[in-house]
């Protein structure tokens, strides 16, 4: 690593101002600082300083991502040789599971990416880390089936749209990789919830004739509260929380997701305020519409919808993302419940719209400042009452 340190440090000046290559000074400092800390720190203002730094902090939420990724790749390849009725060995589930996922991930890494560098050549800016889990979470968003260059522009829309015109890494009021997935949903709407695009490989008919892929969330819409396969084969609550059912990427095991939200917990980069509170959220909801329970749809029990569709990853995942979530301690709390109970509102109201994790998260990122505001005005005048009366 010393013998890199010095390597890196000799050709530096030509990429500093007044060197050869000083235009890519930025280009240069991405792939520095992925390589080593930076040596520098903020010139101006009053910050706590400690070894948590950005980097740091989004290495910890892909470490976190990691155990979805892989069942991830691990399911792909599941629900491909099972709609095709056939019988694979472990690798070659997993094979073709790599197969269809890596090429995705590729994709949303290089497209997001090149689109950040860009900006920040033009701006003169240092290239952020913040795309490092942009890009890792798009790919577990998606459908298995998803064309790639479906992917490249749902990413480009996701930078561009979603961050860059706010500024970029840290000024954006929408979740990138959400608005990549709302971009898809609206644009392209028979690639998010068809139910062939969720088991891989099936659009050239090699699916069984009695073999459907509908996520259960998309059953229980259809008014299928019983959870089938379509083959005959049940889904049971132990498979939807190992997670051998269809649905996006990275979103099917809860056993997966419940590490990752360990990993953020322990290390603290996750709010478990907005996790616990969200949680909340959801249940309310869903006892409240088991107490009325006008449809099927309803008498789903309120802890089955927190296995169904995309609830646990957007809590731990999405709703938890530092930049577009609320601040204050009090309005993590109010932020995080409000995106519960609107996730399953909106799922179970809405029929032509099961997935409301989706919406629910970036309605509440625009809401966002406004809860701290009215919590932070909240406060200031609690402490002139208080004032007033000593």
């Known amino acids: 690593m010393n013998k890199l340190r010095r390597t890196v440090d000799k050709i530096k000046p030509h990429f500093q101002k007044g060197g050869k290559f000083a235009k890519l000074e930025s280009t240069f400092g991405a792939f520095e600082t992925m390589l080593f800390v930076p040596n520098h720190t903020t010139k101006s203002g009053a910050h706590i300083r400690d070894a948590m ?10 470490f976190a991502l990691v155990p979805s ?3 991830g790749i691990y399911n792909t390849g599941y629900q491909h040789f099972l709609a095709i009725g056939e019988s694979a060995e472990f690798w070659s589930v997993v094979w073709y599971g790599l197969l269809k996922v890596v090429p995705i991930v590729i994709v949303s890494y290089v497209v997001g990416l090149a689109i950040e560098f860009i900006f920040a050549q033009i701006r003169g800016h240092e290239v952020n880390e913040g795309f490092l889990v942009s890009g890792f979470l798009i790919p577990l968003i998606m459908p298995a089936d998803v064309p790639l260059w479906m992917v490249a522009v749902a990413t480009a829309f996701a930078v561009i749209i979603g961050k860059e015109v706010f500024g970029g890494t840290g000024m954006n009021i929408l979740n990138p990789a959400l608005t990549a997935r709302a971009f898809l949903f609206f644009a392209y709407p028979a690639w998010m919830s068809g139910d ?3 088991v891989g490989g099936m659009v050239d008919g090699q699916t069984l004739d009695a073999f459907s892929g509908a996520t259960p969330l998309a059953q229980a819409a259809a008014g299928n509260t019983s959870f089938s396969l379509g083959n005959g084969a049940g889904i049971d609550t132990i498979d939807m929380i190992i997670g051998t059912i269809p649905g996006s990427i ?3 095991s809860k056993i997966a997701i419940l590490i990752g939200a360990a990993i953020l917990l322990i290390t603290r980069v996750g709010s478990l305020r907005i996790m616990l509170s969200m949680l909340a959220g959801g249940v309310t909801m869903g006892l ?6 006008a449809n099927p749809f309803m008498e789903i029990p309120w802890w089955e919808h927190l296995l ?3 609830f646990l990853f957007g809590m731990v995942f999405m709703a938890t993302d530092p930049v577009t979530a609320s601040q204050t301690a009090k309005g993590k709390i109010i932020y995080g419940f409000l995106i519960g109970f609107l996730a399953i509102l909106i799922r179970v109201l809405n029929p032509a719209y099961p997935e409301g994790t989706m919406l629910a998260i970036l309605l509440m990122n625009v809401f966002a400042p406004l809860i701290d505001h009215y919590v932070v005005q909240g406060n200031i005048k609690k402490r002139m009452k208080r004032l007033k009366t000593t």
């Not at 730094?53 to 892909?62: E, G, L, S």
């Not at 409240?288 to 329970?293: D, I, K, M, W, Y």
């Open 196 to 198: 062939k695009v969720w």
């Open 53 to 62: 730094d950005m980097k740091r902090t989004m290495v910890v939420v892909i």
């Open 288 to 293: 409240l519409l088991n107490t009325f329970a």
């Open 308 to 310: 169904i569709g995309s």
């Open 250 to 252: 990275g979103e099917t």
């Open 69 to 71: 990724l892989l069942f």
